[in-house]
């Protein structure tokens, strides 16, 4: 009769060295002898951390046995000490042994699965988008997807756009990888289509600007995939028209990030047909309508870039509008209210682009009064700061335009501080510490127009010291490494060309080449980094005749 050992043995050639497959037979050796013992490890596996309250939750017909179960884990060889970072003491199974736990029932036992991620889900949190410990957000909403829940699918669906609203890109990035980890799941991911489809877009979402193109564009196909069938299935539902839509223009928005202004336009009015469709079904519905003039903004955006200012200014005004009426409709809604902003906004830099400053002016005016009042009412809203520090440039580029420097420097000054304040309080918030950097570069240029290039000295270096810090944590980041290129130029061209510090600029501007160089280098086909290398190159060697003299 063979002993547990050679049983042991047998399985484990049986596995052929697959990770998973040892990990289980491992697993399963260690725990042969206690079968109580072997349902709290697996309970144990489908959260990436447990301690005594969560098991007593995850096994609430054990719960009286929570602690006693709890130090027999801990003595597991597959099971370790976790880091939270709270400083309360956590557990979890070693990622691969919890992986193939999880994906051995998720196989064997579907329905087991899902109540265990829906306990889970009740044990770790809520679905709160503005709690300080957002990673147990994110475990929430990891379960209740894997739970199967519709109230996952809305769930995650508010908490990833407002983080993304709100620029919290390490927090989408915390969620991205745990969704990851559910579509990697084996037979096949534990969600529901429309859950599928909302992970593959948070997934893009997190990657923009940190992630190679290709990686995203899969990501936004696959959505836009799993959107399409659910759409096809349910003519009539209008919801799953609706995350058609949705789709759509994120893979425009991408179309636009490649240049490929032909495909945007593809994807844009495919997705202003589904929206216009629903918003005539039901007038009444305001998300349907709003979505009608994001399309349209959308639209008219992509007008602007093919220089068709007459055909931006039809879809920028219809967009407006539509947002005029839900913001009368609904006085009290500040996102209506902040929707009808952005449409000014919109016409606004239509208004500049055609050379009208005082119809921008009109419009900019009418933002800000928007602007001021949201962010009086909510000054802990980041995003609404935000806007009101956006107003306050755009009336200072007006007035700039308009030659008239000492508005401009009020305004500036003014937006300058709005956003000093919100890049100290979120150091980790790297939109915040671009915008901040935006406001130094417009003081910068104003104290040149003034001829203070000693104050321009500092603003456009204080600039340039946000940029390599960006561009230190985010090497692969085109627009963090793009920034510091522009900075470099800056100080080279404004501030120590006029001064005829001839090596102090020519050693920024080889600096500012090395950049634009690689950048070009990664993207051939990119015109504007292709124009960026000209134009350094030209620079560098005019300044190195001055230093040489030759």
Request: aromatic share 6%; glycine share 4%.
């Amino acid at each position: 009769m063979p002993t547990p050992f050679d049983q042991l043995l047998k399985d484990l050639q049986a596995a052929q060295g697959e990770p998973a497959a040892l990990a289980l037979v491992t697993f399963d050796f260690t725990v042969s002898k206690d079968p109580l013992l072997k349902e709290a490890a697996t309970a144990a596996a489908i959260p990436h951390w447990f301690d005594t309250l969560s098991l007593a939750a995850l096994l609430p017909e054990h719960a009286a046995q929570a602690d006693y179960l709890m130090e027999q884990l801990k003595a597991l060889p597959m099971v370790e000490r976790y880091e939270r970072g709270t400083g309360d003491p956590a557990w979890n199974v070693h990622e691969a042994t919890r992986l193939a736990l999880r994906d051995r029932l998720w196989q064997s036992d579907p329905e087991h699965f899902k109540a265990l991620s829906r306990r889970a889900a009740a044990a770790y949190g809520r679905a709160d988008d503005t709690a300080p410990d957002f990673v147990l957000t994110c475990e929430h909403l990891y379960h209740q997807l894997a739970g199967q829940t519709d109230e996952g699918d809305v769930a995650m669906e508010r908490v990833a756009g407002n983080w993304r609203g709100r620029f919290h890109t390490e927090r989408l990035q915390t969620l991205s990888r745990l969704l990851e980890e559910l579509l990697a799941a084996r037979p096949a991911p534990p969600l529901l289509p429309r859950g599928q489809g909302l992970s593959h877009q948070a997934i893009a979402d997190a990657r923009e600007n940190h992630q190679p193109v290709p990686v995203t564009v899969a990501s936004l196909i696959k959505a836009e995939a799993l959107f399409r069938t659910l759409a096809a299935s349910a003519p009539a539902n209008g919801a799953c028209q609706r995350d058609l839509s949705v789709s759509l223009n994120k893979l425009g928005d991408l179309a636009v990030a490649q240049g490929d202004l032909a495909g945007a336009l593809r994807s844009y009015t495919e997705a202003k047909t589904i929206a216009e469709r629903l918003a005539v079904t039901d007038p009444a519905n305001a998300t349907w309508q709003r979505d009608l003039s994001v399309s349209l903004n959308k639209l008219g955006d992509l007008a602007v870039a093919q220089g068709d200012l007459a055909g931006a200014f039809r879809s920028f005004t219809e967009s407006k509008s539509i947002n005029e009426r839900l913001a009368a409709r609904d006085p009290a809604n500040d996102s209506r209210q902040r929707d009808l902003s952005v449409s000014l906004n919109k016409l606004g830099d239509l208004a500049v682009a055609q050379g009208d400053l005082a119809g921008a002016l009109i419009c900019f005016t009418e933002d800000k009064t928007i602007a001021e009042r949201l962010a009086a009412s909510d000054p802990a809203n980041a995003q609404w700061q935000r806007d009101l520090w956006m107003s306050d440039g755009k009336l200072g580029d007006v007035a700039a335009a308009q030659k008239n420097i000492p508005a401009a420097l009020v305004y500036w000054t003014r937006a300058n501080e709005i956003t000093s304040r919100l890049a100290a309080s979120d150091p980790s918030n790297a939109q915040l510490q671009r915008d901040l950097s935006i406001s130094l570069e417009k003081l910068g240029d104003l104290a040149v127009a003034q001829g203070d290039l000693a104050g321009a000295l500092r603003s456009f270096t204080e600039s340039k010291t946000i940029h390599e810090r960006l561009a230190a944590r985010d090497p692969a980041n085109a627009q963090w490494q793009r920034g510091l290129s522009l900075n470099c130029w800056l100080i080279a061209a404004k501030v120590f060309q006029p001064q005829k510090l001839w090596a102090e600029a020519l050693a920024l501007m080889e600096q500012s080449l090395s950049i634009t160089e690689r950048l070009a280098a990664s993207e051939p086909t990119n015109v504007e980094w292709q124009n960026d290398v000209k134009v350094d190159r030209d620079l560098v060697e005019k300044l190195r005749t001055k230093v040489t003299g030759k």
